[in-house]
T-cell receptor, first 114, second 115 residues
């Protein structure tokens, strides 16, 4: 029973255009959301996060939007670059004493075409 | 560079033959995690250590055990691997001072094949 869903296994975007990666969640207790980026043969690396008290967080070319009522978040990459080609994982967590569990989605493979 | 190292990168074992995967870190982080990621699936947390305190996820099979002899090292032991245990095993660490707000740093993973 997936609590974090990334419904698009893959996405192709032209270099310079906007990439939008989507993520939906079902657990209303989730209050912190993260995006991780993974290159082949490497472990995931943290990209950006957002707390449920915000609806937007921006870091350079990367912006994450959170719509709590829809239980939906999205990652925008503008402008997209070939080096952004990777698998992007959405992850979520719920506050709780001693809770360290991150629940991941299955990932979306982004290909940025030069 | 401070990092999370996993050895070996590829491990082949036989059905039912115990296998140990290792993880080491130079970040001096308090928390170490083991995730299992099957093909085209989401990484799934198996357990984590906060310092020496072991925390097992409720649905982690008994076949999976872990040891953390010191801050730097953490091991994943699979006592009797089955074909369904073939997966990528990811080790991660975090500082532990801000709970889940801490960034998790991942190793490159060990891909386990069970014959």
């Amino acid at each position: 029973d997936q609590q974090v869903k990334q419904n698009s296994p893959s996405l192709s975007v032209q270099e310079g255009r906007i990439s939008i990666l989507n993520c939906d969640y079902t657990n209303s207790m989730f209050d912190y959301f993260l995006w991780y980026k993974k290159y082949p043969a490497e472990g995931p690396t943290f990209l950006i996060s957002i707390s449920s008290i915000k609806d937007k967080n921006e870091d350079g070319r990367f912006t994450v939007f959170l719509n709590k009522s829809a239980k939906h978040l999205s990652l925008h990459i503008v402008p997209s670059q070939p080096g952004d080609s990777a698998v992007y994982f959405c992850a979520a967590s719920a506050s709780g004493a001693g809770s360290y569990q991150l629940t991941f989605g299955k990932g979306t493979k982004l290909s940025v075409i030069p | 560079d401070a990092m999370v190292i996993q050895n070996p990168r590829y491990q082949v074992t036989q059905f039912g033959k115990p296998v140990t995967l290792s993880c080491s870190q130079t970040l001096n982080h308090n928390v170490m995690y083991w995730y299992q990621q099957k093909s085209s699936q989401a990484p799934k947390l198996l357990f984590h250590y906060y310092d020496k305190d072991f925390n097992n996820e409720a649905d982690t099979p008994d076949n999976f055990q872990s040891r953390r002899p010191n801050t730097s090292f953490c091991f994943l032991d699979i006592r009797s691997p089955g074909l369904g245990d073939a997966a990528m095993y990811l080790c991660a660490t975090s500082d532990g001072t801000s709970g889940l707000r801490d960034e998790q740093f991942f190793g490159p993973g060990t891909r386990l094949t069970v014959l």
